[in-house]
């Protein structure tokens, strides 16, 4: 096993994602992904185009970016140990907003496309449902955080709270 295996199943130990499989599990959680390297500022996946890969954010961050207009907001971002593309994985519905790399340095991902979930999901079923569950939880933290920044756009906006 290489050593960047290795490195990858100890960091994925420590998330939540594992937090209920054992190392072998973890290692073996690996098998069916690989490491995508992403330059600042690259687009991850794009509006429009159907999740055929979920990832998970090794190093760095991506934001979330909704276009209207031809201007781009930011949503969302995820960092470190955070699941990303989810939605539209699951629900095989165009995405609606653009995945990019951010910050100064490149993103490392772990990409695990359509064809080795199911793979997965029939070999190993108690891994696949604990990146099921990962993702209910990551779509919940996203939610929220939205949510909260809608909320406090409102206050800011209307000036409800404000004495």
Avoid: W
């Avoid at 594992?18 to 069916?32: G, H, P, Q």
């Avoid at 429009?48 to 971002?77: D, H, M, N």
């Avoid at 699951?90 to 490392?108: C, H, I, K, N, Y």
């Amino acid at each position: 096993m290489s050593s960047e295996k290795i490195d990858l199943a100890n960091f994925l130990n420590q998330q939540y994602l594992c937090e209920s499989l054992t190392i072998k599990e973890v290692k073996t959680l690996l098998d069916y992904t690989e490491t995508v390297t992403v330059a600042p500022g690259e687009i991850i996946a794009d509006i429009g185009e159907v999740g055929e890969a979920l990832y998970f954010v090794i190093k760095g961050e991506a934001a979330l970016y909704y276009q209207e207009s031809g201007t781009e907001t930011e949503v969302g971002r995820m960092s470190e140990g955070e699941l990303m593309g989810e939605m539209s994985f699951f629900d095989r519905q165009p995405r609606s907003v653009r995945m990019r790399a951010t910050g100064t340095g490149e993103t490392l991902l772990l990409k695990l496309s359509r064809p080795l979930y199911l793979r997965l999901r029939v070999e190993h079923p108690y891994i696949a449902v604990n990146l099921l569950e990962h993702a209910i939880i990551s779509l919940d933290h996203l939610v929220r955080r939205v949510s909260s920044d809608v909320a406090t756009f409102s206050r800011y906006i209307y000036g409800k709270g404000k004495k």
